[in-house]
């Protein structure tokens, strides 16, 4: 990926001034920023549901391991 200095940062800016006009650059950018924090929020909450989905996991690993050695002390008695 090129290296963009503040040079070519500022002609870019310059021009997309010059395409799309103050208001409504002011706009694109403001949905843009939303848009990310949207991301971000979902992403999180996947994250949280999959921590919370490990757990319940675990509980029912645990569950059905307890009640498979309580099944193979009843077949040896």
């Known amino acids: 990926m090129p290296n963009l200095g503040p040079t070519e940062l500022l002609i870019i800016l310059a021009i997309a001034i010059l395409l799309f006009g103050g208001t409504r650059l002011a706009g694109v950018g403001k ?16 994250k949280d549901d999959k921590a919370a989905k490990q757990v319940e996991t675990q509980k029912v690993t645990e569950t059905v391991d307890g009640t498979i050695v309580e099944t193979e002390k009843k077949f040896e008695a």
């Open 31 to 46: 949905a843009s920023g939303r848009a990310i924090r949207e991301f971000k929020e979902e992403t999180s909450t996947l």
